[in-house]
């Protein structure tokens, strides 16, 4: 879902503040930030799936654990 909101603002942004340079075009610009801003996200969403699913919930008391 902000991903899909990521590429508009992203390609609204192509023709106003991205400029092209002499290696990329404004869309190979535009994608790359959309990549980065998804990258970056996926940080801060690992955190709250690692923080909703915690282990302790899925580990049985008395198990010894494992070499992994």
């Known amino acids: 879902m902000f991903t899909f909101y990521q590429s508009i ?4 942004l ?4 991205i400029k092209a ?5 404004e869309t190979n610009i ?8 998804t990258c970056i996200e996926m940080v801060f969403f690992s955190a709250l799936m690692w923080w909703a699913y915690n282990i302790r919930e899925y580990k049985k ?8």
Do not use: H, M, Q, W
């Open 14 to 17: 192509e023709d106003r503040v």
């Open 9 to 12: 603002v992203f390609s609204a």
């Open 21 to 25: 340079t002499k290696y990329c075009t």
């Open 30 to 37: 535009a994608n790359g930030l959309c990549a980065l801003a």
């Open 61 to 68: 008391p008395g198990t010894p654990t494992t070499s992994i």
